[in-house]
């Protein structure tokens, strides 16, 4: 990809993030400013409902409180109390509600059973179980009619002063479409109730306390979802919220689509109305459209869209006149760093202008001014630091054998003096030790030359199987003398050809071999296996060992750095070398006390 064509992805996709950002916040701002509006809105409903509710309640109580409290009321229940005889009484409820102005009132004799109903006179000497309500508050109540129907009503009891056993009143009006319509709604609103069945409700007050989750709760039916204006549109939308709001007995809160169309859709709450046993008689939901908001979101992403448009075809513009001015500058940099990378260093670009790309290319030659100036310095200190280190550790190690060798000439010295018999038994111990030190002596300046001079691989075609199976050979059979270590060999069948200098590999497979061995001082098994791994072949030489810990598995390839009592440390660090020159890696697997891996990593030969 160009840098025109890059410049002008970059442009066009930051006007894009930046414009979708924006619009993204501004969106999610409205909503949630229109969200907190619906909240107050629904909370400021909900307070005027349960304040013309208590208002409602009030009323009801007040009513019942008058009509115990007339004189002819109160005559009628001592009658009803010395007699008995509740016959002459059968329509008096019907007057008094009248007179009240109540929906609902039933006279329930001492015996509990009802004397008189103004809203089903056929009741007459059914017991009432609301006469047995102890509260003095106003409660919620299903109210059964003569039509096998029933209504939902808000009720207050009282007895009547003046007889004992009591009589009393049930007295109450309707909850319904009618106390709907005297709320107060705002623009948008829509306020619904939806009342449960007789059954459900007679279901959940058999059983006083139960939670209202139960199976008792009858299925939703949307044509019991009314409004002050009467049915509701979209019912049925409604059963999950209304359901959730009936079964928890808590208010419930969510987004309703009416219609497919999201203009539609409404910010609906729910809320429960409870008797007072905490069963669930009704549910009051409050509805506010959704379509203010939905209309204002389509405005900013129509505004958004066109801003993005503009924005990506001025994004067009400019970056094609930036990649005129640029690019070629650039591009002559991308080849001077290429010529950098590639050992030229000494590579300049011509400074044109004072403007950010020629202070660029300023810097780029000041840059490799620099460069060539620290890889000087850095070649000089490095060639100073390795010869001392290799001076100081080669006096180390010749100092370990030249102490001997001195002890020896001073004892040979001392000796002279012996007579001749013992004169030659020390001779000839000193002269073993002697020949000891020197091919130790011999076997250390070995070692620090082939480490100084690694020859350079002369390549061949080799399979690996091959390389493996002469490294075995050459240490299958065990030392009589030392611990019984035995070498064995896992390869793959398939053919595994490397490009490697057969001797190299040989000494470098031959000294992991060894250091195997060297670990296993009870003896054990090393295994040299290859492998395929994709496009390499892998060597592994495994022992049973008790294995390096893990400081000693990030050092171990560091020049002069040994595990032994005697080496020079300098073993792995050649073998490191020596794959690093095939183009190879080699790495080290142990646990303590589990034995090491070395896994060598080659490049498969072509063809």
């Known amino acids: ?5 890059k410049l002008l992805l970059l442009f066009s996709l930051t006007v894009a993030a930046a414009v979708a950002a924006v619009a993204w916040t501004v969106l999610v701002r409205i909503r949630q400013v229109f969200e907190k509006r619906d909240q107050e809105e629904t909370a400021l409903f909900v307070s005027q409902f349960q304040r013309e509710f208590q208002h409602r309640s009030s009323d009801v109580a007040a009513a019942v409180d008058r009509i115990a409290g007339q004189e002819r009321v109160r005559n009628m229940a001592f009658e009803l109390v010395q ?13 008094l509600a009248q007179d009240a102005q109540l929906d609902f009132l039933e006279i329930v004799g001492p015996d509990g059973n009802i004397v008189s109903s103004a809203q089903w006179p056929a009741r007459f000497g059914y017991a009432d179980p609301a006469a047995s309500e102890g509260s003095q508050t106003p409660f919620l109540k299903r109210e059964e009619l003569s039509d096998n129907s029933s209504v939902l009503g808000l009720f207050a009891v009282r007895a009547i002063r003046g007889a004992e056993p009591a009589v009393k009143l049930v007295g109450g009006k309707r909850l319904d479409q009618s106390f709907l319509a005297d709320l107060p709604i705002a623009p948008g609103m ?16 058999s059983d006083v306390g139960a939670n209202t989750s139960g199976t008792g709760l009858a299925r939703f039916d949307p044509k019991r979802l009314v409004s002050a204006g009467g049915e509701v549109q979209g019912a049925a939308r409604y059963a999950s919220l209304i359901d959730q709001a009936r079964t928890s007995g808590q208010p419930q809160s969510g987004i309703l689509y009416l219609t497919p169309r999201r203009e539609d859709s409404v910010n609906a709450t729910a809320i429960p109305l409870k008797n007072s ?18 209309a204002e979101q389509q405005q ?8 993005a448009s503009g924005g990506i075809l001025l994004a067009i513009i400019f970056s094609l006149w930036i990649a005129a001015r640029v690019s070629r500058p650039v591009e002559e940099l991308a080849r001077a760093a290429e010529e950098v990378a590639s050992g030229s260093w000494n590579t300049r670009v011509p400074v044109r202008g004072r403007d950010e790309i020629g202070i660029l290319a300023h810097s780029f030659n000041h840059m490799t001014e620099q460069l060539t100036n620290q890889r000087e310095k850095l070649v000089q200190s490095e060639r100073v630091a390795a010869w001392r280190e290799l001076a100081r550790r080669l006096a180390h190690e010749l100092k370990n054998p030249l102490f001997p060798l001195q002890l020896t000439v001073e004892n040979l010295v001392r000796a002279r003096q012996l007579p001749a018999a013992e004169f030659d038994e020390v001779f000839s111990e000193s002269t073993q030790t002697l ?4 091919a130790n002596l011999k076997k250390i300046i070995g070692r620090f030359s082939d480490f100084s001079k690694m020859p350079k691989p002369e390549l061949e075609r080799i399979d690996a199987k091959d390389l493996v199976a002469r490294v075995r050979a050459l240490y299958a059979v065990s030392s009589k003398d030392g611990p019984k270590v035995s070498v064995e060999a896992d390869v793959d069948d398939r053919p595994m050809p490397i490009m490697v200098d057969s001797e190299l590999m040989h000494r470098a497979l031959s000294n992991l071999v060894l250091n195997a061995k060297d670990a296993m001082l009870e003896g054990g098994t090393v295994t040299i296996s290859a492998r395929l791994k994709g496009e390499a072949v892998e060597l592994r030489v495994s022992d049973t060992g008790e294995g390096l810990t893990r400081e000693e598995c990030e050092r171990l390839f560091t020049p002069y750095y040994t595990t032994k009592q005697h080496g020079t440390g300098l073993g792995l660090a050649i073998v490191q070398s020596v794959v690093a020159d095939h183009a190879g890696t080699i790495a080290v697997e142990s646990r303590e006390g589990q034995g090491a891996t070395f896994v060598i990593t080659l490049p498969r030969a072509e063809g």
């Open 1 to 5: 990809m160009s840098l025109r064509q």
């Open 83 to 95: 007699s008995n005889d509740a016959a002459p009484y059968l329509n008096e409820a019907q007057a």
């Open 190 to 205: 829509q306020v619904a109730l939806y009342s449960e069945t007789a059954s459900a409700t007679n279901d959940a007050t």
């Open 277 to 294: 046993v905490g069963n669930v008689l009704a549910v009051l939901t409050v509805a506010i459209s959704r379509g203010g908001l939905v």
């Open 300 to 307: 900013i992403r129509a505004i958004a869209y066109g801003v």
């Open 435 to 438: 020949s000891m030190e020197i």
